[in-house]
């Protein structure tokens, strides 16, 4: 009898084990959508951690602030004495707005890759292990939030929509370093366009990859990389950072880049999601399209 109890013990554990073997696999699946259960438990837990959030953010902020007043005086003579060339920069921007509109009206042009809408969102949580950079915010499906929308900071890009529910979302960070986490991306450069794609990060340098460059493309250390608009998800124009290395790939066909990323993937609590009203690519294009 205690030798049918041990087997059985067992062979329960090993059922156990291959259930549980069984759940990690299909959690890790690459899915575009969540099921009904899984929606219904990200948004309980995202109402929760929506409801500690918000006072331990007036908390901080608090503090923050009154730090902050201390270097005031400094920053607002800095600021004042770069006023003039604000100003200069100001109307150059508005004249050549004008002649950019001028330009559209005379050519029938009525959109462009560069437009777009913006949706604050809250960050209600961040995954604690260091396999995945994800985070996650008080906006979902209800609030008009879709997969593969751009997610960027006051600084510039930070990441995309991984998974919508119904009022919560998953960000992927782009440093999260998951093989199908690409964005289209182009060096701002004055001369020539230059395209490439961001894959990967850095760990040691702390710096995003640019890769797939041409390897005659004539790029520089301190030149801005933005979004290309290119892939069909993102609009143009989104600051990703500033180049600090150029090299050649290890078979010399084509250079890689090291971006200083613009924005912070630290501290996030508050984020926006940039719907692009261009036309895109249709669904089943953009499923196969890596990145934005």
């Known amino acids: 009898m205690p030798q049918f109890f041990s087997n059985k013990r067992l062979i ?6 291959i259930l549980l073997v069984a759940l990690v696999g299909y959690s890790m699946n690459d899915r575009r959508s969540l099921t009904w259960p899984e929606q219904f438990v990200k948004d309980s837990v995202g109402w929760v951690q929506t409801v500690f959030q918000q006072p331990a953010l007036y ?33 150059e921007v508005n004249v050549l707005r004008r002649q950019n509109k001028n330009l559209k009206e005379a050519l029938d042009i009525t959109e462009s890759l560069f437009d777009h809408k913006v949706r604050p969102a809250l960050v209600i949580h961040r995954s604690p292990d260091r396999w995945n950079e994800y985070i996650g915010i008080n906006k979902g499906e209800q609030h008009g939030v879709k997969t593969d929308m751009a997610v960027i900071t006051s600084k510039g890009l930070v990441g995309k929509v991984k998974h919508v529910s119904q009022f919560t ?6 440093t999260d370093h998951d093989r199908t986490n690409r964005i289209s991306a182009m060096v701002d450069a004055e001369d020539k366009e230059v395209f490439g794609f961001i894959e990967g990060y850095d760990e040691i340098s702390g710096a995003l990859m640019l890769r797939k460059i041409e390897a005659d493309a004539e790029i ?7 979004t290309s608009g290119l892939g069909g998800v993102f609009p143009q124009g989104l600051l990703i950072g500033e180049i600090i290395r150029v090299e050649a790939d290890e078979y010399g066909l084509t250079k890689n880049a090291y971006v200083q990323p613009s924005a912070s993937f630290h501290n996030l609590d508050y984020v926006l999601i940039i719907e692009r009203t261009s036309p895109q690519l249709d669904d089943e294009i953009i499923s196969k399209q890596e990145g934005g």
């Open 220 to 226: 520089e250390e301190g030149q801005k990389v933005i």
């Open 12 to 17: 329960v554990l090993l059922v156990s084990i």
């Open 169 to 174: 979302s998953t960000i992927q960070l782009l």
């Open 59 to 91: 908390v901080a902020g608090f503090f923050e602030n009154v730090n902050n007043m201390k270097n005031l005086y400094e920053e607002n003579q800095i600021l004042k004495a770069h006023l003039d060339h604000y100003a200069e920069t100001a109307v």
